[in-house]
């Protein structure tokens, strides 16, 4: 029954868009009449509430000071900039159908709006003591069309992306009372009948299913699912995933299923983590079941081990990030949203991507993707404790940094690619496929993920007052080398510390040791990224 759970979705959406069009341009027609043949029935009312609301406000002048700040925060203008922003966000992450839509449906809300208020050219309701001067037209209410229109596709937005149950309930919730509360609010004010109110929700109903069903939106993002692979037969997609990185995993695997099964694959194989094995085994029964994508969701460890197993297996490798570091994921430019990662996931391009082999004392054959740490890099990610990593993310790895400037050097040789050994002090040294960590920091600028080359730095402050000249030399990427910051190119690395030293491969603490060795794989790997 889960393989249609995509397509029942898919048809519910169409439904739901039919019916908003059928009653949105039925009850907008229904009112475009009346109101252009001043129907007599409907006049008394829409007097009736504005005299009663003006006078009831009269008494009560506290109140208009409120509703007044609504109407500014509520401002069409406000609504519109804000769905333009999110839609921008969507384009830059892939989903560009969905950004197109809704793009599209406020500026064409704007524009039937300013069509429909210069064709029947209603007058703003007539008051004694209005609370403000308004000298445009009132029928329909643009306040009352952008609020519903906007908030309602942004909804439909963040629904398609993905929501637990509660907090479906709650956004429902949520947009129901500020729609309902910027209605309330423009009549209040005297600013619009009640009927030029409910055209203006109407008018939003109409364009929200017209263009849900012009633009495909129940198709998700509107991408050809990939519906066979080679033989004809449905590609099938194994995710390898470390439960503990996630706080809801039901929700998690419920969302991956729906949308694998929505863009045409089957029903995702699920492997967990454990404590014994970070992935291993989990990566190898993926490939052992024929998977055609394999998914790595968890934190950078976890992405380590599958992308070590599916080294030069032609099976792509999709990082969903769901860790503290996920630095392979942002050097990757990959979203770290959870719905937008699952749609890269599956629709995605493939990429080839270096692995690195590293090995040392106590150090068996190994592989990274991200960077190893020898010193200070790797006592900073060991000691970072778990809570505080479980609460603030990365934060927690600057407040375990803060605890150890002021640590020992070490005393290292570094030799790259046979060259001679160079010895020098050193706090940390750094061996990257990649450069890039949290907030776009570049400490390694030169380091790319298919460059066929390996990056070393090596950090040796003097003192604890060297710290922040050396962090704006990394912040402003300068190419000045000295005792206290260096870096090296080449294809093979080698680390010798004179004295045993914490060891980090991708975030993962190693045994400690003495040495690493490293040497670049070049393109053995396929990874999912944004398709340009």
């Known amino acids: 029954m889960d393989e249609y759970n995509g397509a029942r979705d898919a048809d519910r959406t169409g439904r739901a868009a039919v019916s908003l069009l059928v009653a949105g341009v039925s009850g907008f027609g229904l009112l475009l009449v009346l109101v252009t043949a001043e129907w007599g029935p409907l006049r008394s009312l829409d007097l009736a509430v504005s005299r009663g609301m003006s006078a009831y406000l009269n008494a009560n002048q506290s109140l208009v000071d409120v509703l007044i700040v609504i109407e500014w925060i509520t401002h069409p203008y406000v609504l519109r900039a804000i769905a333009l922003i999110v839609a921008l966000l969507l384009f830059r992450q892939g989903l560009r159908r969905l950004a197109l839509w809704l793009a599209g449906t406020v500026v064409l809300g704007f524009l039937i709006e300013l069509f429909f208020k210069a064709l029947i050219a209603r007058g703003r309701p007539e008051i004694p003591d209005p609370f403000m001067l308004r000298d445009s037209f009132s029928f329909p209410s643009g306040h009352a069309l952008a609020s519903a229109l906007i908030v309602g596709a942004l909804l439909l937005v963040v629904w398609r992306r993905g929501l637990r149950q509660r907090d479906q309930v709650l956004a429902w919730a949520g947009t129901v009372f500020l729609v309902l509360l910027v209605g309330f609010d423009r009549v209040a004010l005297s600013a619009h009948y009640v009927s030029d109110v409910v055209a203006g929700w109407s008018l939003a109903f109409a364009l929200l299913g017209g263009t849900m069903l012009a633009y495909g939106v129940n198709r998700t993002t509107g991408r050809p699912p990939p519906a066979v692979g080679s033989g004809g037969r449905r590609r099938r997609v194994a995710v390898v995933v470390n439960p503990s990185k996630l706080e809801d995993f039901a929700y998690f695997r419920s969302l991956l299923n729906r949308i694998a099964v929505e863009h045409g694959w089957r029903q995702p194989l699920w492997f967990e983590t454990t404590v014994s094995d970070a992935g291993h085994a989990m990566a190898r029964a993926a490939l052992a079941a024929r998977s055609d994508l394999v998914i790595a969701a968890g934190g950078d460890g976890t992405v380590r081990v599958v992308c070590s197993e599916l080294a030069s297996s032609g099976v792509p490798v999709a990082v969903v990030p769901v860790g503290t570091g996920n630095l392979l994921a942002r050097n990757l430019g990959l979203p770290l949203d959870l719905g937008a990662a699952i749609e890269v996931a599956l629709n995605g391009a493939n990429r080839s991507m270096d692995l690195v082999r590293v090995w040392g004392d106590s150090l068996p054959d190994d592989r990274f993707a991200v960077m190893a740490g020898l010193g ?133 603490v190693v045994a400690s040791g003495q040495e690493i060795n490293a040497e670049i794989e070049p393109g053995v790997l396929l990874v999912r990224v944004p398709r340009s």
Do not use: F
């Not at 790259?416 to 450069?435: F, H, K, M, Q």
């Open 376 to 508: 200070l890099d790797a006592l900073i990610v060991g000691e970072a404790p778990d809570r505080l990593k479980a609460r603030v993310g990365w934060a927690a790895y600057v407040v375990s940094a803060a605890r150890h400037l002021s640590g020992p050097a070490l005393r290292v040789a570094i030799s790259v690619d046979s060259a001679p050994e160079e010895r020098l002090w050193a706090r940390t040294v750094l061996v990257g496929n990649v450069g890039t960590l949290h907030g776009g920091l570049s400490i390694l600028p030169d380091a790319l993920p298919d460059d066929g080359m390996l990056d070393v730095l090596v950090v040796a402050p003097r003192r604890l007052t060297d710290w922040p000249s050396l962090a704006w030399r990394v912040v402003r990427r300068s190419a000045a080398q000295d005792d206290r910051l260096r870096t090296w190119r080449g294809k093979q690395v080698s680390v010798r510390a004179v004295d045993s030293c914490p060891r980090q491969l991708d975030g993962d």
